[in-house]
C-alpha cells in the first residue's frame, strides 16, 4: 500500500467548476510536491512545499492553487481549467527538501476536464 | 539544465529473456542523484534505486541490476528472467537542487511488455 493517499482518483470537472485534489501522508516528510503527467509522458514538476511553505513553482497557470495547510496535508485547487490540463495529477512527499533521498508518490488523480 | 534520455519508447519481450533498459543524462553538477521509478498502469510511481554520483559500484537486487558508468553518463537497467508482473512504464530520473531544493527531472519512459 501507498504511503501517499490521494483523493479522489477520479475526478470530472466542467471549465467552469471550482474543485480541489487532496494529498495525505504520515511518514513526517517536509517536502511535498505535485506533479502532472500527461499520457505516454513523464511527470512534470508543478509545485515544491517545504516546511509548509511554498518554495518552487514551475511557471504554473494561476488557475491551479495549492495548499498546504499542515506538513501532512497538500491540497491543489482547481478553477476554470481548460480542457488541455486533463491529466495525471501525482503528489509525491521526501524527507527533507534538500534530500536527494527517494520521492515518494501516490497513485495520483486522474482528472478529465470537459 | 539537466537532461534524461530513455531512447526505447517501448520494448516487448517473452517471459523469462533478459532486458536492459538504457538511460543517458546530462548535468553539469559533479553531486547529483540518478534514480529509477516502475509506473505500473495503476498509476502509482514506485522507487527502485537510488545512485549518487561519487558511487559507481554496479548493484543487483534480486533480477534487478543497474548499470551506472559516469564515463559515458550512463544508467541502464536490466532485468533478468522478465515476469509478466514486470510489464510497467520505467523510468529514469536525475535530481539536483535547484535553488536549494531537490528537483527530479524525469526521463521520457520505457514501456516494457513482457508476453507469457
Known amino acids: 500500500d501507498t504511503e501517499v493517499t490521494q483523493t479522489p482518483k477520479h475526478l470530472v470537472m466542467g471549465m467552469t467548476n471550482k474543485k480541489s485534489l487532496k494529498c495525505e501522508q504520515h511518514?513526517?516528510?517536509?517536502?511535498m510536491y505535485w506533479y502532472k503527467q500527461k499520457a505516454k509522458k513523464p511527470p512534470e514538476l508543478m509545485f515544491v512545499y517545504s516546511y509548509e511553505k511554498l518554495s518552487i513553482n514551475e511557471s504554473v497557470p494561476s488557475r491551479f492553487s495549492p495548499e498546504c495547510p499542515n506538513s501532512s496535508l497538500l491540497n491543489l485547487h482547481l478553477h476554470a481549467l481548460q480542457p488541455e490540463d486533463s491529466a495525471l495529477y501525482l503528489c509525491?512527499?521526501?524527507?527533507?527538501?534538500?534530500?536527494?533521498?527517494?520521492?515518494?508518490f501516490g497513485e495520483g488523480s486522474r482528472l478529465t476536464v470537459l | 539544465a539537466q537532461k534524461v534520455t530513455q531512447a526505447q519508447t517501448e520494448i516487448s519481450v517473452v517471459e523469462k529473456e533478459d532486458v536492459t533498459l538504457d538511460c543517458v543524462y546530462e548535468?553539469?553538477?559533479?553531486?547529483?542523484?540518478l534514480f529509477w521509478y516502475k509506473q505500473p498502469p495503476s498509476g502509482e510511481l514506485v522507487f527502485l534505486i537510488r545512485?549518487?554520483?561519487?558511487?559507481?559500484q554496479n548493484e543487483i537486487s534480486g533480477r534487478y541490476s543497474w548499470n551506472f558508468q559516469k564515463s559515458t553518463s550512463s544508467f541502464n537497467f536490466t532485468i533478468t528472467a522478465s515476469q509478466v508482473v514486470d510489464s510497467a512504464v520505467y523510468f529514469c530520473a536525475l535530481s539536483d537542487f535547484s535553488g536549494g531544493y531537490q528537483k527530479v527531472t524525469f526521463g521520457t519512459g520505457t514501456k516494457l511488455q513482457v508476453i507469457p
Open positions: 509525491a512527499s521526501s524527507q527533507e527538501p534538500q534530500n536527494t533521498g527517494e520521492l515518494f
Open positions: 511518514m513526517g516528510h517536509r517536502a
Open positions: 548535468t553539469r553538477d559533479t553531486t547529483y542523484y
Open positions: 545512485r549518487n554520483s561519487f558511487d559507481e
